[in-house]
């Protein structure tokens, strides 16, 4: 049996996001000592190395509990935990799109600075050009 401070050292997961996924249902609320101390077994410990992995991966808690949930039945297809993964994969590279546009937008901003006054600073003015939508002022 693990205490939560040795379920964190093990998993690096910080205590209160242990109690935290605790509340969210991802792992079982643990039996008691007769301290009131929870004690966690392997498997609490598998699971939240688990959920530690997914969340470095950037799942959603939603998405980690829809896995935990098929992994409870083994002998059925993966096709449910491939969905996850697919959309979680687009996810992650519209958003890598997104930071490729960012980083070229701002390196165009950057390639024009020449180090003059602030009254003609290219990066000000660049910001200051992309006008407001319509009805804002």
Known sequence: MLSIGDLSKRTGVKVPTIRYY??????????????????????????LAFIRHGRDLGLTIDAIKELISLSQHPDRPCVGADRIAKEHLDDVRTKIAQLKRLEHELERIVSHCDGHSIEDCYVIRALSDHGLCDGEH
């Open 22 to 47: 605790e509340q969210m249902g991802l792992i079982s609320e643990p039996d008691r000592s007769e301290g009131n101390q929870r004690r966690y077994t392997r498997t609490d410990l598998e699971r």
